[in-house]
């Protein structure tokens, strides 16, 4: 039978459950040629990503990637700023759908960076002067941003389910204790 601590444990679980993904599926293709290789994911939402490959030889920065990867099928719409270095405003791939997730004051694009698809860090420098290396990934994450101005989500990650949904989520395991006979 379901206890009540039961269906906690269930919906604790469903809702762990959605965040902490990495990025896994096919390379939509591959821009650039060399021995070195980057993959670069374009996170529209944790369902909705597209991972990319570039390859290089020598030495290449994120944005280096992204020029690139914008010969081909995803369009990358950025500022230059100089010496200041380029600020990435959208980006479009077929398929790609960007969401307002109703939290924090802007919403945009963050970038993090990984050695290992697992661990990833925001990206402090920017795009111009992020030195690339063989094997490393880029993140370019859809996110509403908090009133500090840091990203809500994270690379893999689904946003934080708003107060509403968790409600949801509480409600439907009472509905299921209620149901018992």
Same mark, same amino acid.
């Given at each position: 039978?379901w206890t009540a601590s039961?269906? =906690?444990? !269930?919906?604790?679980?469903?809702?762990?459950?959605?965040?902490?993904?990495?990025?896994?599926?096919?390379?939509?293709?591959?821009?650039?040629? +060399?021995?070195?290789?980057?993959?670069?994911?374009?996170?529209?939402?944790?369902?909705?990503?597209?991972?990319? /490959?570039?390859?290089? &030889? +020598?030495?290449?920065?994120?944005?280096?990637? !992204?020029?690139?990867?914008?010969?081909?099928?995803?369009?990358?719409?950025?500022?230059?700023?100089?010496?200041?270095?380029?600020?990435v405003d959208d980006f479009?791939?077929?398929?790609?759908?960007?969401?307002?997730?109703?939290?924090?004051?802007?919403?945009?694009?963050?970038?993090?960076?990984?050695?290992?698809?697992?661990?990833?860090?925001?990206?402090?420098?920017?795009?111009?002067?992020?030195? =690339?290396?063989?094997? &490393?990934?880029?993140?370019?994450?859809?996110?509403?941003?908090?009133? /500090?101005?840091?990203?809500?989500?994270?690379?893999?990650?689904?946003?934080?389910?708003?107060?509403?949904?968790?409600? =949801?989520?509480?409600?439907?395991?009472? =509905?299921?204790?209620?149901?018992?006979?």
């Amino acid at each position: 039978t379901w206890t009540a601590s039961h269906q =906690l444990i !269930l919906v604790l679980l469903v809702c762990a459950a959605a965040h902490g993904e990495i990025y896994t599926g096919d390379i939509e293709y591959t821009a650039g040629a +060399g021995a070195n290789e980057a993959t670069i994911a374009i996170d529209f939402d944790f369902d909705n990503s597209f991972l990319f /490959s570039f390859r290089w &030889d +020598g030495t290449a920065t994120g944005w280096d990637a !992204l020029a690139a990867l914008n010969a081909g099928a995803l369009d990358v719409f950025a500022t230059d700023f100089g010496e200041w270095g380029m600020f990435v405003d959208d980006f479009d791939y077929p398929g790609g759908t960007e969401y307002d997730y109703g939290q924090g004051v802007y919403a945009g694009w963050a970038y993090f960076n990984s050695t290992d698809n697992e661990t990833w860090s925001l990206d402090p420098a920017g795009v111009s002067f992020r030195d =690339l290396s063989n094997g &490393d990934w880029d993140s370019w994450v859809w996110t509403n941003y908090d009133d /500090s101005w840091l990203p809500i989500r994270t690379p893999g990650a689904a946003p934080i389910p708003e107060p509403a949904t968790m409600l =949801l989520f509480v409600a439907g395991g009472l =509905l299921i204790r209620k149901r018992k006979v």
